[in-house]
T-cell receptor, first 114, second 110 residues
């Protein structure tokens, strides 16, 4: 049982480039989410999903796209990277819906946009 | 507006010196309040969930309590390995979103 996995661990992009951050979980969780963590800002929700084919926006969705074609995978796409997207990105999953159960977090992806 | 505020931002303790971390929250309704521990360079690790005022949960040297407006994470006789950032989050009613505080950085000195 690997839990929540994220790839890559580190990434450097140039402004305007696009990329996809991968997230997978093997716990059959319905709820998955993406956060960014910046110094002094805490964890901020980017997008979340309550099941395959269902996604919605969080607090800071601009510049990011998501899709959920399977229960296991929830990739985060940066359409045109900007320096403001330099951050640490965490993916999480939860067995419940409606913010009732604890989340399990991946190890994070550290992204730098030059 | 739903909001979570943690204090202090940083805390230095001597080994064995007990203290408490505070998490104040403002939500229209509370589904759950969550405490996590985060070590440098790693993802948050779940500690506790509290659902109603008056509830308490314990794990080793940690004890979490909940009132209608705030939660405390009490650390009894801490050890250096308790050094980490402790995050508080709430799950407001009527939403699928979790809201996190900015965390308390705890350093326990030997």
């Amino acid at each position: 049982n690997a839990g929540v996995t994220q790839t890559p661990k580190f990434q450097v992009l140039k402004t305007g480039q696009s990329m996809t951050l991968q997230c997978a979980q093997d716990m059959n969780h319905e709820y998955m989410s993406w956060y960014r963590q910046d110094p002094g800002m805490g964890l901020r929700l980017i997008h979340y999903s309550v099941g395959a084919g269902i996604t919605d926006q969080g607090e800071v969705p601009n510049g990011y796209n998501v899709s959920r074609s399977t229960t296991e995978d929830f990739p985060l796409r940066l359409l045109s990277a900007a320096p403001s997207q330099t951050s640490v990105y965490f993916c999480a999953s939860s067995s419940g819906l409606a913010a009732y159960n604890e989340q399990f977090f991946g190890p994070g992806t550290r992204l730098t946009v030059l | 507006e739903d909001q979570v505020t943690q204090s202090p931002e940083a805390l230095r303790l001597q080994e064995g010196e007990s203290s408490s971390l505070n998490c104040s929250y403002t939500v229209s309704g509370l589904r759950g309040l969550f405490w996590y521990r985060q070590d440098p360079g790693k993802g948050p690790e779940f500690l506790f969930t509290l659902y109603s005022a008056g509830e308490e949960k314990e794990k080793e040297r940690l004890k979490a309590t909940l009132t209608k407006k705030e939660s405390f994470l009490h650390i009894t006789a801490p050890k250096p390995e308790d050094s980490a950032t402790y995050l508080c989050a709430v799950g407001p009613s009527g939403t699928y979103k979790y809201i996190f505080g900015t965390g308390t950085r705890l350093k326990v000195l030997a």
